[in-house]
Nanobody, 122 residues
């Protein structure tokens, strides 16, 4: 069993930056694909960034060029650096882990974090 604990959410102004962290409870997660989803009110949960254990990354079109995902395997932690935030980035951000890229690509997520709120004001 892997527990994912997010931190770093909060209230920021448009144009600001914010960094989210997600710490996995066990080192076994080091081989998992990890990443971030977000869900805004009234919208479906959206995959926005992923990173494999080899460091390959992927981004959703809505965040490409503004957000950067990274991982520190020694700390079992994944980060999401969010720059140039806009009102449309307001959502609950969920950390997620899947045991393979096959599963990640099909949204067959093995573990979810509890979510952290990011609110961007004008």
């Amino acid at each position: 069993q892997v527990q994912l604990v997010e931190s770093g959410g909060g209230l920021v102004q448009a144009g600001d930056s914010l960094r989210l962290s997600c710490k996995a409870s066990v080192s076994a997660a080091a081989t998992y694909v990890m990443g971030w989803f977000r869900q805004a009110p009234g919208k479906e949960r959206e995959s926005i960034a992923s990173i494999t254990y080899t460091g390959d990354t992927g981004y959703g079109d809505s965040v490409k060029g503004r957000f950067t995902i990274s991982r520190d395997t020694a700390k079992n932690t994944v980060y999401l650096q969010m720059n140039s935030l806009t009102l449309e980035d307001t959502a609950i951000y969920y950390c997620a882990a899947a045991s393979s890229f096959y599963r990640w690509s099909r949204r067959q997520i093995d573990y979810w974090g509890q979510g952290t709120q990011v609110t961007v004001s004008s």
